[in-house]
């Protein structure tokens, strides 16, 4: 598929998928002009020991308090009264 038009997306929507996961590109044409380019969704990598590793370390250094699910209700609960009142249940 060298290109796609604007009416063509509701007849050809099978083609075009197939291309997206051959991994092309096609240019979406509207009106003889080139308006944008549809292109495959880039496929996130699963998170390796190495990664989550590097996450709970970047964690630590942040030094967080450790707040109870019970804090964090009361927290939240103040928050939600200071911006919406006394409305909210």
């Known amino acids: 598929m ?5 009416t063509e997306l509701r007849t050809k929507s099978k083609e ?3 291309e997206l996961e ?8 509207h009106r003889s002009k080139v308006v944008g380019e549809i292109r495959p969704r ?8 190495a990664d989550i590793n590097e996450i ?3 964690g ?3 030094n967080l308090p450790k707040l109870s699910h ?7 609960r103040k928050h939600l009264m200071k ?6 249940s």
């Open 2 to 6: 060298d290109y796609i038009t604007t």
């Open 16 to 18: 075009l998928v197939k």
């Open 22 to 29: 051959n991994g092309n590109s096609v240019p979406l044409v």
């Open 42 to 49: 880039i496929a996130a990598k699963p998170l390796t020991e």
């Open 56 to 58: 709970l370390r970047i």
């Open 60 to 62: 630590e250094k942040l």
């Open 70 to 76: 019970k804090e964090r209700e009361k927290i939240y």
């Open 83 to 88: 911006k919406y009142g006394k409305g909210l």
